[in-house]
Each structure stands twice: as structure tokens, then as C-alpha cells.
């Protein structure tokens, strides 16, 4: 099986494995463009402040009891049967290019979901392997909306089809199609179906109309012009009364529910175009969302704005982060999400606008670190963030910089290659040839030092930060460069030993380089070069008492002894199918554990060398970086942007 192919057993983490927490990624977001969440979870659900969304290439139903509504009871489902805290979301892989929507059906019990290939999955969420109950290439681009009947058994879906046909209407479980369905001439962004019989279809698009189907088997009954802009967003009520539009052109547009006659228009709103709207579960009040930074509230059908939240007046939502982008309400609360990710519970008093508020990365992790006396832990991501994770209650914040990004904020313009705890600060080094310093306790970036090459990795002692670029190895102590030797080889990864005399550096030739450094002055002489690899040598990691190396390349594990670089194993731990991304060792030295580009977290014990314990398909994309906690707790973090931790201590003993 490829690496991008999915199936039952691995579009979720596997069952039975000792996961204890989750921490899935925030919404995939584009400026100028509707993100559509969903707090509407169907029955099964009822009770249960749930929140879906697309992320990357994952489709992500979160928790938000214990994270935004305070809440102490956790859920016991399908996949957190133990209720743990910890685990926050189900995080669905079974696509395999970017997801652009997922909806709850009515029953609660099955997922539609479809992503910018143009294809629709219906997939069970009640049960434990979520097995796809439908996979159908709809369309040849992307599909922009999907929306269910009130029987769930009709799914519409629009976006970029053949010709005219950019609508389309289908059974939910064999994908015939119900009538023939056309009338936009350019790209199809939003629909939405009426809950009751007789069943409409409204859909909105680039070319500035709504069209109103009559079905099944579904045709054109009118085509409606009160836009002059793209329609971004249409929505029926709960009840089918009513259905809504929103637009670029900042109006709000009130249509029948079953006829489609237009009841109302109302201008001037918002200052911006209007992304996204949502229904209250009383079907008299609609939430509306827009660039200009404000969420209102309004009343149906009078159209009288009850409330209005601005976000920028709010720290997280500063710069052109806080554009709303989309909204909904879940449990009767309502949630907004910036075009900077993040999603917050809006204070119904309107006193404060922000009741609470998720943080998080959106795309994929890069690097990890650990601060164990202030239980913290540091994770950048290929946008240029840095967050905070806070140990005690999962919760994550953001750390700000200086870059030109004012959408995240991002400490780094580029990806961020590595990030380290060092005397009370983070470090971290990325593709904008820039280590900046960072304060945890201000969230904010303090320092910037300019390097003179790209970087490739970096590695911390207690007070130096030795940084490794392309074409040197340089030194660094408290916002200043100390020393710059050249390098004539190609470096990947590199490792310290715990009382910081050996720098080791592994490059793509496969060779070990051992340098002697001193932990005082930064200085820096090559002592030693071993052909370990025959492959590019890709991680390194030293024991805790510096006594032992680990190495690894696209498939091997290594282990030898610093004294006489003698080997400890090798040979024999060669169950990775691709790149080795990095080492952890426990507390003790005694167990290895090892992560890959294949998605495979494995352990090793020196002492059971033809024993090992096997965590397949942990990540999609491949697990970039792994921590030992403690003894029995290991952290991980992947291309897909998820933050895990595992209890491994069950199956240390028992192999």
C-alpha cells in the first residue's frame, strides 16, 4: 500500500492503540474564501458540543465540552471508550488530497465529506473502523459544498464540474443521481437542501445567482438575481420557513422556504463581504460573519441586529487574522473562526467578546521541544508558528513574531526547522535564515539574529545552541553568533551529548562527523568521521548519559557505543519503510524510541533486541518528531498537524 492510498484500517488512528490524548488541528483557511464548520451533529449526537471541520487533508470532529465550554464530563464513544480528557477530536484520514467540507447527516450516524479531487465519501461515525459507505468521483474539480436531506437520503454537491453542470443531487448510498440539475455558468460555492417535503435545493455561485430547485427528481423552478456579488453562503432554516443568502456584495437576502420568493433584502450589515451565516435551533435569529471583522446577530424576519461582536478588538484576532471567514452554532452557542484558524466561543452578553478560544497549528508539525520542569511543550509548523502547550490542561497558545505575516503572526517567515527550551527561552531556526529568541511567559518573539546560510538543524545544551546550515556549524549563547566553521559535506540531523562535549552530525553520504565542542566559549573542532550508513544518515539522538548513539536512515536503526564507536546493534532493527524522522530515548536509557516518514512509531530495547513494539499508521503524512515524557509517556507530532501522547508502559512490559 502507498503511502497516500487509505482503507478501513487506517483512515483513523487503530483500535486499541494507547493513545491518552489528541490534539487535532484548527480549520484549513484562505483568505477572501467561505471555511464551512458545522455544529449541527444530528441526533445521535444530540447533547454533545460537537464541532466538524476540514483540515488539510483530515476531517476533524471535535470536543468542545472540556475545551470551550468548561465542561468536566467527557463523552464515552467509539473511539475515547475509556472518556479520556485528553482526547479531543476524531481525526477522519480516509482522503487523499485536501478536504473542502464535511457534514453531519441528519441521524448523526454517517459523514459526508469531499475534498478538492472532486470526490464525495459517506463514511460511518458510529462505528469503531468508520467504514466508507460510498466513495463517488462527482466531479473532475473541486467540490465546494455538500449538503444533506431531511431523511438523509439525498446528498446535493456543488462545485467545479463539466460544462454546466456544477450542481448535483445524489442517493446517499449507491450515487444515482436525481434529475438533471445545471443554471450557474461559473463555479457553484455554496448549497444547502430544505429539511422537509417538498424538498428544495438552493445553490449560490461566482456568477452573482442563486438557483431554487423543485424535486425530486430535482429541475430548475427560478434563478434568482438580488446579488451583484459571489454568493458565498446559503443556508434553510431549521424548520424550512426560510432559506438565506450572504455575499461579497454585503447583503443578506431572506427567500420562502418552499417557493423561493424573495421576502426580504437587507444592505448594510457589514462593511465587508459576507462569508458564512448560521441558524439559531429556533430558526429566529441568523449569525452572519465577515471580513470586516464582525460577527452580528440578527433577528428574523425583521432583520434587527441584536448583537455585534468585533474582533479586532481582540489580541488574538489582531492584523488581517480576525476577517471572519465562518460561523455556527453549536448547543445553541455561537462559534466563529478568523482566517487565521482560530476558533473562539463568542460571550452571549456581549460584554467580552471572547468567551474562550482554540489556538493551534493548521498545517503540519516540524519540530518539537520540551521544557519538563515548567511542563510545557514548544511545536513549530511549516507556516513559520510556534506554540505553546501547556502540560497540566492540553490548552495551546500561539508565540507572535515580527514577520510579515499579519494574518497568524508567525514568529518565522518560513518553515521552522527546529525549535529548543533553552535557560527559560525558545529557540528556533527556519528557512528565513533567521534564530529567534522568544519569551514563553510574553508569547512573544524578543530577538532575531540574521545566519549567514539556510539552516538545516540545530541542537541545544544548557546555555549554547549549535546550529547547522548547509555550508557551516555555528554556535550561539544568548542572541549572539560565537563561533562559524565551514563544512564541506551535505548535513541532515545532529545530536549533543548531555554534558555538551560532542556535537555528532549525520549527513546524506551516510557518515557520523563527531566534533568537540566547549559548552563556554562555543568553540568547535571536528575529532572523528564514521561510515555507519549506506544510506543518508537522516537522525541521531544520544542515550541520556551520553554513553550510546542511535542512528537511522530510510529503513535502519543503529545502535553504537561513543567510547569506541563499537556496535551495539545493528543489522537487525530494519522495520522502517521510509525515512527515519527522528530518536527519542526514555528517562532511563534503557528503551529507543524511533519515528518515521511511513507513519510508524517503533520502540527498541537493547537488552530484547529481536523484540519491538509497533504503533502503525500514527500520523498521516509521517510522524515528524517524538518525546519521552517520562519512562511510560511518549509525545508525538505530525505532517497532519495533530498532537498525540501514548501510554506505552503496558506493552514495554509485556514484550
Known sequence: ?????????????PIGSPITALLPPLPSTVRGEATIISGDCGRFNAGRPLLVYPSGKLVVVRELGVELFGSSEVATTVDNPKALPGVRALVY????????????????RYVASADIRGKLRVWAYDHEEHLCKLELQAFPGIIRDVAWDGEGKRITIVGEGSKSMYTKCVQWDTGVQCGPMGGHTKRVITCDMRQKRPFRIMSGGEDQKCVFFSGPPFKIASTLGEHSGTVNCVRFSHNSEYVVSVGSDKKVVLYEGKTGGVIQVFEGKHTGSIYSCSWSEDDTKLLTCSADKTVNLMSIPDGNILKTWNLQNEKLYSGRGGMAVACTFCEGRPIVVGVNGIVSLLDDDAENCIVKALCGHQVG??????????????????????????????????????????????????????????????ISTGFDDMIRTSCP????????????????????GAEITFIVTVNSILSFKKGKLLKNITISFDPLCCALNSDETILCVGSRDGYLRSFCV??????????????????????????????????????????????????????????????????????????????????????????????????????????????????????SVGADGCICTWDVSEDIKSK
Request: charged residues 20%; aromatic residues 6%; proline residues 3%.
Open 1 to 13: 500500500m502507498s503511502s497516500i492510498e487509505t482503507d478501513a484500517s487506517n483512515c483513523t488512528i
Open 365 to 426: 508539525i516540524t519540530a518539537i521541544a520540551i521544557d519538563n520542569k515548567g511542563d510545557q511543550i514548544f511545536t513549530s509548523d511549516s507556516d513559520g508558528l510556534i506554540c505553546k502547550v501547556n502540560g497540566a490542561d492540553l490548552s495551546i497558545s500561539r508565540i507572535t513574531g515580527d514577520s510579515t505575516n499579519d494574518i497568524t503572526e508567525a514568529a518565522h517567515g518560513g518553515i521552522v526547522k527546529s525549535v529548543a527550551f533553552v535557560d527559560g527561552l525558545i
Open 441 to 460: 511567559q510574553d508569547e512573544r518573539c524578543i530577538s532575531a539574529v540574521k545566519l549567514p546560510a539556510q539552516p538545516v538543524t540545530s541542537v541545544s
Open 518 to 635: 566547549s559548552k563556554t566559549d562555543g568553540e568547535i573542532k571536528e575529532s572523528n568521521a564514521l561510515s555507519l550508513h549506506t544510506k543518508p544518515l537522516t537522525a541521531l539522538a544520544f542515550s541520556p548519559d551520553g554513553s550510546k548513539i542511535a542512528s537511522g536512515d530510510t529503513k535502519d536503526v543503529f545502535v553504537h557505543s561513543v567510547a569506541d564507536w563499537s556496535s551495539l546493534c545493528k543489522g537487525r532493527w530494519c522495520f522502517h519503510t521510509s525515512t527515519i524522522t527522528g530518536f527519542s530515548w526514555s528517562k532511563d536509557g534503557t528503551i529507543l524510541a524511533s519515528c518515521g516518514a511511513d507513519e510508524n512509531i517503533f520502540l527498541w530495547n537493547l537488552e530484547k533486541k529481536m523484540r519491538r513494539v509497533h504503533y502503525p499508521f500514527t500520523h498521516r503524512g509521517g510522524v515528524t518528531g517524538i518525546a519521552f515524557l517520562n519512562d511510560f509517556k511518549l509525545l
Open 93 to 108: 484520514r480516509g482522503h487523499t488530497a485536501t478536504v473542502t467540507v464535511a457534514k453531519f447527516s441528519p441521524s448523526g
